[in-house]
């Protein structure tokens, strides 16, 4: 199956620091799509993107798609305490039936 | 709350026995999947569902077995239970089966096996 590596795995700012977690596939990604899971809780649905280069933006939250569509990076501006949690991303394979999703990056946030 | 309702919450069974979790997707979402998730294996796809019929498998093994009935939702049995299926399990419902179509997850069961 598809593998798709999200570094780093772990992450600790101090509170008004920025924060980027990058998303690598060996292979093209059909879409990207980012999650959020707070402790203890589910996976919520981010964004979405899907052209080559695609940029996004929630907020202080930015999110890119690669040229080659192999990879693809979130980024906080200025970190928050309610930003805490693991980010994933996930791709659909090329049949859209089936979702990898990366290995997560768990953002830790010091007051 | 995404509106996916997952049954029950906490199930704690001994080793070699069976469960069965429980799934409720969104309302108008035909499609329904399973993940598995422990903590050093991330979120695991295991299977999916469209309207009723088995649309795609991932890494599921063969002592689990999912269905989705007429009224949607869906069922995942876990049978011959090891210490090592100890995990939280997710569902997630979207509007379609094709994966341009963001997923819903349910607040998961996290399953003890002792």
């Known amino acids: 199956g598809q593998q798709v590596m999200q570094i780093p795995q772990y992450q600790h700012v101090q509170e008004g620091e920025d924060f980027t977690t990058y998303c690598n596939s060996s292979?093209?990604?059909?879409?990207i799509q980012w999650y959020k899971q707070r402790p203890g809780g589910h996976p919520v649905f981010l964004i979405q993107l899907v052209k080559s280069g695609e940029v996004k933006k929630q907020k202080r939250l930015t999110f890119q798609f690669g040229e080659a569509k192999k990879n693809s990076s979130l980024h906080i501006t200025a970190t928050q305490t309610t930003d805490v949690g693991t980010y994933f991303c996930?791709?659909?394979?090329?049949?859209?039936?089936?979702?990898?999703f990366g290995t997560g990056t768990s953002l830790t946030v010091i007051p | 709350d995404s509106g996916v309702t997952q049954t029950p919450k906490h199930l704690i069974t001994a080793t070699g026995q069976r469960v069965t979790l429980r799934c409720s997707p969104r309302?108008?979402?035909?499609?329904v999947y399973w993940y598995q998730q422990s903590l050093d294996q991330g979120l695991q796809f295991l299977i999916q569902y469209y309207n009723g019929e088995e649309r795609a498998k991932g890494n599921i093994l063969e002592r689990f077995s999912a269905q989705q009935f007429p009224d949607l939702h869906s069922e995942l049995n876990l049978s011959s239970l090891e210490l090592g299926d100890s995990a939280l399990y997710f569902c997630?419902?979207?509007?379609?089966?094709?994966?341009?179509?963001?997923?819903?997850f349910g607040p998961g069961t996290r399953l003890t096996v002792t």
């Open positions: 996930a791709d659909s394979s090329n049949t859209g039936n089936q979702f990898y």
């Open positions: 292979t093209t990604l059909s879409n």
């Open positions: 997630a419902s979207s509007v379609s089966y094709a994966g341009a179509y963001e997923q819903y």
């Open positions: 309302s108008g979402d035909l499609s």
